[in-house]
């Protein structure tokens, strides 16, 4: 799997209109011209960097999501957690607070965006918190809403908000080394924290009864877990926006890969997660001058997240009808 991301970052990083693979490697070797040299070093190498980073982050949050919930169907995208980051950062935006010229402000927004989403769904689920499907309706409920208060706020103030409709579809254009050196401390260390949490994720997969008789304390544990997941999304909304499924299905695809034993399956599903988003952003960019070909246009760019909304969505279609048939 690290050889995969490895791969697929050289793709992210060779991929593009710009500059032939011929040109990135003399770019990478010292040569080339000083345009080149800018486009590569300062431009292609961050974008790959982050969406690595991204793609991480939202597969261990959603891990950490479906284990501390006991939900499959849990994920930052259908729990209030991505909805509520991205109202969050475009309402900071929107006020003057945050934007792109500080993305710090922008993590906090989406965190506070991020732990409302959150607390909201817990509200409502009230007594059926231990029901997946009844946590995944009011989960897209909750989810709905705040994208229409997103979209409300987009519409208040559109001549300043028009730039960060990319944080509803989610995109790695534009995103340079400081969008970098604010994501990895912040995803290495919440991180850290996931993976020493493992244990007691593996007691709450258990469910609560079998947790407690093993002396785990469940209310704080799992409020510690909802804690991590929100602040991995935050950081991943905050760095690329909203990239639909990566949180719901990568944790599904890194249990069937390496198995059970969350202290493997977590760095699992950060690779997993890691790959998909940049693999994903390889696919943008070789189809984009396709798409611009095609409608006439030269400035058509896919954005990344309707590649991973369009390949999941597929996905979770499969699973449920495989699901299904196992019922029948």
Request: glycine share 14%.
């Amino acid at each position: 799997m690290a050889a995969a991301v490895v791969l697929l970052a050289v793709a992210a990083l060779l991929a593009g209109r710009a500059l032939a693979p011929p040109q990135v490697w003399a770019a990478l070797t010292g040569g080339g011209d000083p345009m080149e040299r800018h486009i590569v070093l300062n431009l292609r190498i961050p974008r790959v960097l982050v969406a690595l980073g991204a793609g991480a982050c939202l597969g261990v949050a959603g891990l950490v999501l479906q284990s501390a919930l006991r939900n499959p169907l849990a994920g930052p995208e259908v729990t209030g957690v991505t909805p509520g980051a991205v109202l969050g950062a475009v309402s900071a935006t929107g006020l003057g607070l945050a934007g792109w010229q500080s993305p710090s402000s922008v993590v906090i927004a989406a965190c506070l965006g991020g732990f409302a989403g959150a607390g909201l769904l817990w509200l409502l689920a009230g007594r059926d918190r231990s029901d997946p499907a009844e946590v995944a309706v009011y989960g897209v409920l909750v989810s709905a809403v705040l994208a229409g208060l997103t979209a409300m706020v987009l519409l208040v103030a559109p001549g300043e908000l028009g730039s960060v409709v990319q944080w509803l579809v989610g995109t790695t254009e534009g995103r340079v080394w400081t969008h970098w050196h604010l994501l990895w401390p912040w995803a290495l260390a919440w991180g850290a924290v996931a993976w020493v949490m493992t244990g007691p994720l593996t007691l709450l997969r258990c469910g609560d009864e079998q947790a407690r008789a093993a002396g785990l304390a469940t209310g704080p544990a799992r409020a510690a877990a909802l804690v991590c997941a929100v602040a991995l999304t935050a950081a991943a909304v905050a760095s690329v926006g909203a990239l639909g499924f990566v949180g719901l299905m990568v944790p599904h695809l890194a249990v069937a890969v390496f198995g059970a034993d969350l202290r493997v399956t977590l760095p699992g599903a950060a690779l997993l997660g890691a790959a998909v988003v940049c693999g994903a952003d390889a696919v943008a960019q070789l189809t984009s001058p396709l798409l611009a070909a095609a409608f006439g246009s030269g400035r058509l760019t896919l954005p990344v997240g309707a590649v991973t909304t369009c390949a999941g969505a597929v996905l979770l279609l499969f699973v449920v009808r495989r699901a299904a048939g196992r019922i029948h």
